[in-house]
């Protein structure tokens, strides 16, 4: 069963707009991490974030913020004000705790941002 | 600064071949790792290592092994190439400390099998 969850396979914005990027999760781990990564037309994946399952602080980087709920076992993505170079996939991804670190992935949700 | 090569970034090759591919990371991680990635399936691990001479299998090992003779080198092999591993490839690394450290990936090898 997949553990992560992207319903969005694909948001199209027109630049400055705001988006939102959904991400689900299943675990029943006490203690895991979540992870996004982004992925550009050049295809290496850039580590954007990390958040165990402790902090559920909201975190705020820059146009970038997380928005981290346990009780709905969701961890959503909001870029501000939207540009052209956030055009990209994001993946979503949990880390069980005693794994060694693997990651599992979800989908992914291409974003397109049009000028 | 982080650096994980992947040793091709598109590889063409024909059924029934073994294919290597390779990959080196600079930054003294004890941990690798193997992806493939396909539309709509995200990245789907396929096996990774831990430390020299150690793997084990991740959720997508049929038709792969790998090999670590070295910390920095984790080598991923399809012993007989089959149209079905049409895909992209990527390898990441890690650091092993407290707590899911995050994956450092490569540039990914774009293989595909005629």
């Known amino acids: 069963a997949q553990k992560v969850t992207q319903a969005q396979t694909e948001i199209s914005v027109v630049e400055k707009e705001d988006v939102t990027l959904d991400c689900v999760y299943e675990?029943?781990?006490?203690?895991?991490?979540l992870f996004w990564y982004k992925q550009p037309p050049s295809g290496e994946l850039v580590f954007l974030i990390r958040?165990?399952?402790?902090?559920?602080q909201n975190e705020i980087s820059g146009r970038y913020s997380w928005n981290f709920q346990k009780s709905t076992s969701s961890f959503n993505f909001t870029i501000t004000a939207s540009q052209v170079v956030d055009s990209a996939v994001y993946f979503c991804?949990?880390?069980?705790?005693?794994?060694?670190?693997?990651?599992?992935f979800g989908a992914g949700t291409q974003v397109v941002v049009t000028p | 600064d982080v650096k994980v090569t992947q040793s091709s970034r598109y590889l063409v090759k024909r059924t029934g071949e073994k294919v290597f591919l390779e990959c080196v990371q600079d930054?003294?991680?004890?941990?690798m790792f193997w992806y493939r990635q396909d539309p709509g399936l995200g990245l789907r691990l396929i096996y990774f290592?831990?430390?020299?001479?150690?793997?084990e299998k991740g959720d997508i090992p049929e038709g792969y092994s790998v090999s670590r003779e070295k910390k920095e080198r984790f080598s991923l092999i399809l012993e007989s190439a089959s149209t079905n591993q049409t895909s992209m490839y990527l390898c990441?690394?890690?650091?092993?400390?407290?707590?899911?450290?995050?994956?450092?990936f490569g540039d990914g090898t774009r293989l595909s099998i005629l």
């Open positions: 990441a690394s890690s650091i092993l400390g407290e707590g899911n450290q995050p994956q450092h």
């Open positions: 675990t029943r781990d006490t203690t895991y991490y």
């Open positions: 958040r165990n399952s402790f902090d559920e």
């Open positions: 991804a949990l880390s069980e705790n005693d794994s060694w670190g693997k990651l599992q």
């Open positions: 930054m003294d991680h004890e941990n």
């Open positions: 290592s831990y430390d020299v001479k150690m793997k």
